[in-house]
């Protein structure tokens, strides 16, 4: 831990309509999508009943270039459209962390 550098998490938590045709697939689009954009650092993802999103960035500027391209704004458009009853995004500064592993 010597070595940690602060970087941020962008949680996204949100529920499907019953109309998701199509969620999955752009689900996964944006996530590969997003592994190529300069300052993306990982992600974690579960759903359920909720979805939970968390991924990790570099600096807000990333996250910020993230928001903005122009894949990823229109999978906003459509989900605020077709796939989301409701949905939260947090933007978290990470300044400390550890884990467990057996």
Not at 58 to 72: F, R
């Amino acid at each position: 831990m010597q070595n940690f550098k602060p970087y941020y998490a962008v949680i996204f938590t949100s529920t499907l309509t019953k109309n998701n045709e199509g969620y999955s697939e752009m689900a996964q689009k944006m996530e590969d999508l997003a592994k190529t954009q300069s300052g993306f650092l990982g992600i974690d993802s579960a759903r359920e009943d909720v979805g939970i999103t968390v991924s990790y960035w570099e600096s807000l500027e990333a996250i910020k270039t993230w928001k903005q391209n122009t894949e990823h704004l229109i999978a906003q458009q459509k989900g605020r459209e077709q796939w989301y009853n409701w949905y939260n995004t947090r933007i978290c500064k990470v300044e400390r962390e550890y884990e467990f592993e057996i």
